[in-house]
């Protein structure tokens, strides 16, 4: 069983930067890892994924704005949020995929003046 800490979010003001991050506790190397995020009254939606040595998926309203990053040999994914608006407000979820989807629990992510 893999399970995903995450770390990071909180309060920002438009414009501000924000950084989350997500470790995975598996013994294997996860072959994709990536940030979906839930506004209150929306689905949930992917932010950016990363497969192991693939290219990086960003959905477009973040494009130029977030950064995802990971480390391989940690199982660890990093989000770097720039320029934040205040529809970046959401819960933020870490993803993980090897053979089975994994979530992490959540985290808040609010940008308000």
Same mark, same amino acid.
């Given at each position: 069983?893999?399970?995903? %800490?995450?770390?990071?979010?909180? *309060? ?23 940030? =979906? ?24 309203? %973040? ?13 660890? %994914? ?5 320029? *934040? ?7 933020? =979820?870490?993803?993980?995929?090897? =053979? ?10 609010? %940008?308000?003046?």
């Amino acid at each position: 069983q893999v399970q995903l %800490v995450e770390s990071g979010g909180g *309060l920002a003001q438009p414009g501000g930067s924000l950084r989350l991050s997500c470790a995975a506790s598996a013994t294997f190397s996860i072959a994709v890892m990536g940030w =979906y995020r839930q506004a209150p009254g929306k689905q949930r939606e992917l932010v950016a994924r990363i497969p192991a040595g693939g290219s990086i998926t960003n959905t477009d309203s %973040v494009k130029g704005r977030f950064i995802i990053s990971r480390d391989n040999a940690q199982n660890t %994914v990093h989000l770097q949020m720039n320029s *934040l608006k205040p529809t970046d407000t959401a819960v933020y =979820y870490c993803y993980a995929w090897t =053979y089975q989807d994994y979530w992490g629990q959540g985290t808040q992510v609010t %940008v308000s003046s």
